[in-house]
């Protein structure tokens, strides 16, 4: 932009050869217009400063210096337009380009007219295409800007899902695959003086567990496990047995998309995991009743209930820790452990998928045990909630 008041030349070559009446006003004309313009065009770089009050009065003084000094002396002072074309395309936007350039343009002329006749229609042509492309330009250049950015805030964002991701996965897998080994283990603890055979058993499983915790933790780094929700199933039920827990199993329907197999296998580990960590429970009924349309998955345990408040979440926490959530819970079963990222990371995975979970009491008289419900739609292709 700066290169382009060499322009100016022929009128400071006028002044130094005093051909040009009132010199000191011309002298002056021309120190302003070109501080004005140098001005406006480290200002237009700026976005803050692009569209400023100072930076729109700067171009207004340009143009009084502009139609003053070529209306006064016309010649080599009329490529002055030009330059306030330029100026007023590095700042100007959108449709006010048509309601500035073309009256710029035709004022220009005019005054050209006036005292170069048809030279005229060089000035007019040069105000209004200067203004025209360098306005261009300059927005194919902050549009490629606007985009790169916009692709760097696309990773950050892949980035963050992409953990949020692992941690969730994470925190599902080791929260329960943890709590099955710490409950064998008691169980072989228990075993082992009396039961030696039994004890092994238990150790087997432990073994078991661990090498197919491995495994999930593999594929879950790499993003591409596949559930099925009968194998969870026979690990709940393995878990809710060790932990002396009577585990009873029911599933109606018609099978089940992979997808759909993964997100309620998950569910399956959070709130059995919590039934053998906090409920107390002497029975565990895991329900799968399945349609074309929707598939509803309950886990309900007779442990330690309460007789007010429930849990219910569609888009964030829920009879968490304290209290926290949108719902009221006062219950010492398996609440506790739902509260943050278990919950939360359930909820979020469901709704992704058009499905919601619930969390509350277990409808039984006296009001003891709680009960996990998710519900899920499986009549459309979903997908499983990252």
């Not at 976005?47 to 100072?54: G, Y």
């Not at 006010?96 to 004022?107: E, M, R, S, T």
């Not at 349309?293 to 345990?301: F, G, K, N, P, S």
Request: some cysteine; aromatic content about 6%.
């Amino acid at each position: 932009m700066l290169p382009w008041l060499l322009l100016g030349l022929g009128s400071f070559s006028n002044l130094v050869q005093g051909r040009t009446p009132n010199p000191w006003f011309g002298g002056i004309g021309l120190l302003v217009f070109n501080s004005l313009y140098v001005s406006v065009v480290f200002r237009s770089f700026v976005p803050a400063h692009q569209k400023s009050a100072a930076t729109r009065w700067s171009l207004v003084g340009m143009g009084l210096m502009t139609f003053g000094l070529g209306g006064l002396y016309g010649g080599s002072w009329l490529l002055f337009f030009p330059l306030l074309g330029l100026a007023c395309g590095s700042v100007v936007r959108g449709r006010a380009l048509a309601w500035v350039g073309v009256p710029l343009a035709a004022a220009a002329g005019a005054i050209g007219a006036y005292h170069d006749g048809w030279g005229a229609i060089t000035v007019a042509y040069g105000t209004f295409i200067s203004m025209m492309v360098t306005a261009a330009i300059l927005t194919l250049t902050e549009t490629v800007t606007e985009l790169r950015a916009t692709r760097q805030e696309l990773a950050r964002s892949a980035v963050e899902r992409e953990r949020l991701r692992f941690s969730r996965d994470l925190h599902d897998l080791l929260g329960h695959t943890l709590s099955v080994i710490v409950v064998k283990a008691e169980a072989a603890r228990r075993l082992g003086p009396r039961d030696p055979a039994a004890a092994m058993a238990q150790v087997s499983d432990i073994e078991s567990v661990g090498r197919q915790a491995l495994t999930e933790i593999r594929e879950a780094v790499t993003g591409y496990r596949e559930g099925s929700l009968a194998t969870d199933l026979d690990r709940a039920r393995s878990a809710l047995a060790a932990a002396g827990i009577e585990p009873v199993v029911r599933q109606s329907g018609p099978p089940l998309e992979p997808w759909a197999e993964v997100l309620l296998g998950w569910v399956v580990r959070e709130a059995v995991t919590n039934a053998v960590r906090h409920s107390a429970a002497t029975r565990c009924v895991i329900a799968v009743d399945g349609s074309p349309e929707r598939v509803r998955l309950t886990v309900t345990d007779d442990g330690v209930g309460t007789s007010t408040g429930t849990s219910t979440s569609t888009g964030g926490d829920a009879g968490g820790d304290a209290g926290a959530g949108t719902g009221t819970s006062t219950s010492t079963g398996i609440t506790p452990a739902f509260g943050g990222t278990g919950l939360k990371g359930l909820t979020e995975r469901l709704a992704a998928a058009g499905g919601s979970l619930e969390a509350g009491p277990a409808q039984a008289p006296g009001g003891r045990g709680f009960q996990v419900t998710a519900l899920l739609p499986v009549g459309t292709a979903g997908t499983v909630g990252t």
